[in-house]
């Protein structure tokens, strides 16, 4: 098993027509749990943040994995640092989360086996469907569709319609995927983050349907990945202690440097630099497209997750190690919220 997967799997466990990729899973239709509105407020602090995105209602949206008895939940917090939580049912170990075509925000229920919806005002919707294993990565695809990862070895794509229509999909290039992202050409790009004997790849669905695997040049356990501004596919490797950079033609380069450790999710930023959460090294980071490196610590960064952009201009990023929320500046500032 490799790192990245061990650290979902730690986190959990201490707190506790198939033409696209060769085979369609049968049984893949979807049932929808219910609507339902979840409690908001409660529990009384965050637990094991995640994964973070910018809403569409200009506040942050994350993923608590929650713990022992308790199933977490999906949480808000305002640039001004207000934070509301919704638990309940239908939240069941959510990691990935994303904004959907339709609004709304949509997320994994790894410990659930499960994608979730939530809009901005607390409703829930749940949807299972035979075949879907430890869903980790999700994003929102270039045709109106919200597409996720499922991680259980040796793992699948799938995607889901904002009406709920379930396709899962496997292909022998899956080899524990975990991170997921639209590509600028309507494509879509996965991080496998490999097995005890492979070091994992970089992957990609055409437009055509047909999917490529990149396995060299460096690529040594990828997992958060995201387009830059120069329209390449920026990601981390997790292992490897680099980030990657990927052509869609599937050049590659990778860079290395000291401010680099145990990399885990990049985004970009508004200031047209690539941003990185160093999860052992607890900094965040940033990347110029040609390569240039900064590290910056602060007070509160501890076991840093998920990152993104926020609508203030700023970076906001998941402490899973304290159990917060973190704020940086573009001139390296940090505030922490829990």
């Known amino acids: 098993m490799r790192p990245v997967r061990a650290l979902v799997i730690a986190c959990l466990g201490v707190l506790l027509g198939g ?52 199933p977490g939940s999906v949480d808000q917090i305002t640039t001004g640092g207000k934070l509301t939580l919704y638990t309940g049912r239908g939240i069941d170990g959510p990691v990935g989360i994303t904004v959907g075509p339709d609004g709304a925000l949509w997320f994994t229920n790894s410990i659930g086996n499960s994608v979730g919806r939530i809009t901005t005002k607390g409703k829930v ?33 799938g995607l889901i319609t904002t009406s709920g229509k379930i396709t899962l999909r496997t292909s022998s290039d899956m080899d524990d995927p975990v991170g997921v992202v639209a590509g600028p050409d309507g494509t879509v790009w996965v991080t496998n983050a490999g097995t005890k004997t492979t070091k994992g790849s970089i992957a990609v669905l055409s437009t055509n349907g047909k999917i490529t695997a990149y396995s060299s040049g460096g690529i040594d356990e990828p997992s958060g990945l995201t387009v830059g501004p120069d329209k390449a596919i920026w990601f981390t490797n997790y292992s ?41 090294g607890n900094s965040i980071g940033r990347i110029t497209v040609n390569g240039k490196l900064t590290k910056f610590l602060g007070t509160g960064i501890e076991g840093p997750t998920g990152i993104t952009s926020g609508p203030d201009g700023a970076l906001w990023f998941t402490n899973s190690g304290n159990d917060s929320i973190g704020r940086i500046t573009t001139l390296g500032k940090v505030t922490n919220y829990t």
Do not use: C, Q
């Open 19 to 70: 033409l696209l990729f060769g085979g369609l899973v049968a049984g893949s239709p979807a049932s929808a749990a219910g609507d339902h509105r979840v409690a908001s407020g409660h529990p009384a602090t965050i637990r094991v943040p995640t994964s973070i995105t910018s809403g569409p209602d200009r506040s942050l949206w994350f993923t608590s994995l929650g713990g022992k008895d308790d």
């Open 125 to 157: 919707t749940t949807y299972t469907a035979r075949g879907i294993m430890d869903p980790i990565g999700i994003t929102s695809g270039p045709l109106g569709e919200v597409w996720f990862t499922n991680a259980y070895s040796p793992g699948s794509f």
């Open 240 to 280: 490897g202690n680099s980030i990657g950079r990927i052509t869609s033609e599937g050049v590659g380069k990778i860079f290395t440097g000291k401010g680099i450790d145990a990399p885990f999710s990049i985004t970009t930023g508004r200031d047209g630099a690539l941003w990185f959460t160093n999860y052992s």
